[in-house]
């Protein structure tokens, strides 16, 4: 072994403890590059492949009914190279024994037409009768065989030969599971982009069953469309619009609007921010703690720098040899990394799997993932040390066998401004940190770093919190949503009022509409609320209600400034149910809102503007306590009420996943955070000892007692730590401002809503951190060796 090696290894066994932290540090930043990147790709790669295996298609449509004549048509539109026509409906369903409202989408399966999109993959079970044996799937009983989507017969563990039941078309009709199904349509399935695989199943029945039930046969009332290689998506969309619209079709959309794809697509999008943004913080920390201990460490080698090189060293070997040092420090953070990010990654695909299902899942670290970070890991390490290590090797063997100039004191900028009363203590303490105020900088920079992400990762849990409380507290405070297929007279609300257990009642109308200015087309809906709504309310994202009486038509700010649209313009809209409408308005208010590209309007103005008389799609009950049950289950005899839901069954469903994965990615963050605290305040301590070991010793001789001298140098951690916390609240104020507008999407606006327990939380961790790093370096300084830090080289 070479003479620089064993050296090499000498002081990498007396520097463990430092080389181990800054490994740890860089572990944490590699760990949570491979998590989120490794997760994030292993669900697009899942994504790409059930597309393609799938055959999903690329245009969708919905209208009320179209003969399958108008197939042929839709084919010749140009850029259109395949058509399938669907039938699909929205019911009620029951489970034996279960009080909690359900929502099903029945999709019609026809065995004579295979499908040739959106392909359904059975993976339990078997497929519908009538796909098999080619003959209808209605048993003796009139009951149907169904497929049910997996994420809901997972939710409740249906096995097949499970029974259900479901409201078709105002009759009960049975269900029996004969499997569970998965299509590339579905991957997220949940209602109003909420994930609640409780609530809502998916169910794929014969079609002609369910043409029969709703009097469909030989009609569609929905498009699925597979464009042509280079085709223009746009023109596409416009020429099936055009043909659609006579039909109650009036609009088309591409994959960007398709609920399924949106959710998955913003969450690849949401992790890759995440993916690089927080580890790259952690990399710079670990760049500037790299520096500061190669820095010491060539610094007090400077006679043996001086010594090798009047043995015939080069500056470059002696060099590479510090190089080495701190290249095995990163490698050894490296594998740490690479080894955490592969476990977590793996667990966050297992997370994903909860949300996002795919005949197969399977985590993976692109080799591509693999170059790349350890790329950046050695670029930040070389890049943050290389600077030190040639301010020192430079040095002429003759100065270098000099000890460095003693370090010029003054005055602390407190006793400059006037300040003298103060403990000689803390005067020395103040004095040695203005003597490298550079050093105190990046020390106090790399503890509020850390802090900065303890309230980053708990924010999300913060605005979880207030996104659900705006949402579902504030906004929604009736108990029980009810909702009918079409348009009814608003004389129904009587009808519901008398239901056992209801306090009160509140009408709402949704249209589906197109809004158009100029070149700008945006499909969205107006929600027809009372004026000065109880139950039904619009609230911004300061928590403040928004009236909708007297202020025609009121638009979400961010659907303003996509159709370029300020308050007072005209807007066009394109209604895209019932008859052919189309209306002008000027906007009359904008609110700045956490959900959606949303409009809103007083309901009888909306029905006035409408020309429909006083009609309403929905109703939103307020129930007495206890008796929410009873309402939801007498209201199944209302034929013109064709689904409900429950505010607390949908909470109670998305606490089971979402709250807990909050939570779970909240807590690894905030342990990354911690070895963040722990490695900045460790070194700067370690290496506080070593350079003031002999004023340390000194101080002992002179009879200050241990824990008066442990206080100078602890007291300096203190500082910083007292310091950071301020500047890292203020800095993780900022990083969350600048990670919510990078993750802005148009299904969600995260307000920045940090909460003082948040704070107080993330101070704690750092504080906790600082303390258990002070007690082993002064269990250190107890046993300073005084005789050997005395030794001076004059």
């Known amino acids: 072994m070479k003479a620089l090696d064993r050296k090499l290894l000498r002081d990498l066994r007396r520097m463990w403890s430092q080389a181990l932290t800054i490994a740890l540090v860089v572990a944490s930043g590699i760990g949570g590059f491979i998590t989120s990147l490794s997760a994030v790709d292993s669900l697009a790669l899942a994504r790409d492949r059930f597309y393609a295996s799938g055959r999903f298609a690329d245009v969708f449509a919905g209208l009320k009914r179209a003969p399958l004549a108008l197939t042929e048509q839709l084919r010749a539109v140009p850029g259109v190279a395949d058509v399938q026509t669907t039938l699909e409906q929205v019911v009620r369903v029951e489970l034996p024994g279960l009080a909690d409202p359900i929502i099903g989408q029945l999709i019609g399966v026809d065995w004579r037409a295979p499908a040739r999109m959106n392909l359904v993959t059975v993976s339990s079970g078997r497929a519908l009768a009538g796909v098999q044996e080619g003959r209808g799937a209605a048993r003796s009983d009139g009951s149907l065989e169904v497929l049910v989507s997996e994420a809901f017969a997972q939710a409740h563990r249906l096995k097949p030969g499970a029974r259900l039941n479901a409201l078709i078309n105002g009759k009960q009709r049975g269900l029996v599971v004969v499997g569970t199904a998965l299509s590339p349509e579905f991957i997220f399935a949940g209602l109003w982009g909420m994930p609640d695989a409780r609530g809502f199943g998916v169910f794929w029945v014969d079609r002609e069953a369910l043409a029969a039930a709703y009097d469909m046969q030989g009609a569609f009332n929905r498009v699925a469309i597979k464009l042509a290689p280079g085709a223009s998506e746009q023109a596409a969309i416009d020429g099936v619009a055009r043909l659609l619209s006579p039909y109650g079709g009036r609009e088309a959309h591409g994959r960007t609007e398709q609920t399924s794809?949106?959710?998955?697509?913003?969450?690849?999008?949401?992790?890759?921010?995440?993916?690089?943004?927080?580890?790259?913080?952690?990399?710079?920390?670990?760049?500037?703690?790299?520096?500061?201990?190669?820095?010491?460490?060539?610094?007090?080698?400077?006679?043996?720098?001086?010594?090798?090189?009047?043995?015939?060293?080069?500056?470059?070997?002696?060099?590479?040899?510090?190089?080495?040092?701190?290249?095995?420090?990163?490698?050894?953070?490296?594998?740490?990394?690479?080894?955490?990010?592969?476990?977590?990654?793996?667990?966050?695909?297992?997370?994903?799997?909860?949300?996002?299902?795919?005949?197969?899942?399977?985590?993976?670290?692109?080799?591509?993932?693999?170059?790349?970070?350890?790329?950046?890991?050695?670029?930040?390490?070389?890049?943050?040390?290389?600077?030190?290590?040639?301010?020192?090797?430079?040095?002429?063997?003759?100065?270098?066998?000099?000890?460095?100039?003693?370090?010029?004191?003054?005055?602390?900028?407190?006793?400059?401004?006037?300040?003298?009363?103060?403990?000689?203590?803390?005067?020395?303490?103040?004095?040695?940190?203005?003597?490298?105020?550079?050093r105190t900088l990046l020390s106090v920079g790399g503890v509020a770093a850390a802090l900065a992400i303890v309230i980053m990762g708990n924010y999300i849990r913060d605005a979880m919190d207030v996104v659900l409380d705006t949402q579902l507290t504030l906004g929604l405070r009736g108990d029980v949503t009810l909702w009918t297929a079409e348009p009814v007279q608003d004389s129904v609300r009587h009808e519901i009022a008398r239901l056992p257990g209801v306090n009160s009642v509140e009408a709402t109308r949704f249209v589906s509409v197109t809004f158009v200015n100029g070149h700008r087309r945006e499909r969205s809906m107006i929600r027809g609320y009372a004026g000065r709504p109880e139950l039904y309310r619009v609230i911004d994202v300061d928590r403040r209600e928004t009236l909708l009486d007297g202020r025609g038509l009121v638009l979400t700010d961010r659907l303003a400034d996509k159709l370029g649209l300020r308050v007072g313009d005209p807007v066009q809209i394109e209604v895209m149910e019932g008859r052919a409408r189309t209306l002008t308005l000027p906007v009359g208010a904008t609110v700045r809102e956490m959900m959606g590209l949303n409009a809103y309007m007083d309901r009888d103005t909306l029905n006035l503007a409408l020309g429909d008389g006083d009609v309403t799609t929905g109703y939103v009950v307020a129930v007495q306590p206890g008796g929410e049950a009873r309402v939801l289950e007498a209201s199944k005899a209302m034929p013109r009420v064709a689904g409900a839901w429950s505010k607390a069954t949908m909470l109670r469903n998305m606490e089971e996943i979402s709250a807990r994965n909050v939570r779970i990615m909240s807590t690894i963050l905030t342990v990354f955070a911690s070895v963040i605290a722990v490695g900045v305040v460790y070194n700067n301590a370690r290496i506080a000892l070593s350079e003031r070991a002999w004023e340390l010793a000194s101080l002992r001789v002179l009879g200050f007692t241990r824990a008066e001298v442990s206080g100078l140098l602890l007291g300096e951690l203190a500082i910083v730590i007292a310091v950071a916390l301020p500047l890292g609240m203020l800095l993780g104020l900022l990083l969350t401002h600048g990670i919510t507008e990078l993750l802005k999407s148009d299904q969600f606006f995260f307000p920045v809503v940090i909460r003082a327990r948040t704070y107080v939380g993330a101070a704690l961790c750092v504080v906790v951190a600082g303390v258990a790093s002070a007690l082993v370096v002064r269990r250190r300084i107890d046993r300073l060796d005084m005789v050997a830090a005395l030794k001076t080289r004059e």
């Open 261 to 438: 794809h949106a959710m998955l697509d913003n969450e690849i999008k949401e992790q890759r921010v995440l993916g690089t943004v927080l580890p790259a913080i952690f990399l710079g920390v670990a760049a500037f703690l790299l520096n500061v201990v190669v820095a010491r460490l060539v610094s007090t080698q400077r006679e043996q720098i001086a010594a090798l090189k009047a043995l015939g060293y080069p500056n470059t070997a002696i060099a590479a040899h510090y190089l080495k040092l701190v290249l095995l420090i990163v490698a050894l953070g490296l594998g740490l990394g690479l080894l955490v990010g592969d476990w977590l990654g793996g667990q966050l695909s297992g997370l994903y799997a909860e949300f996002f299902h795919f005949p197969l899942l399977e985590h993976r670290i692109a080799p591509w993932l693999l170059v790349l970070s350890t790329g950046v890991t050695v670029v930040t390490a070389v890049a943050g040390t290389l600077n030190a290590i040639l301010a020192t090797v430079r040095l002429p063997p003759a100065e270098a066998m000099r000890p460095p100039a003693p370090g010029s004191y003054r005055r602390t900028v407190l006793e400059r401004l006037g300040i003298h009363r103060m403990a000689p203590a803390l005067r020395m303490i103040l004095r040695n940190m203005e003597r490298r105020p550079l």
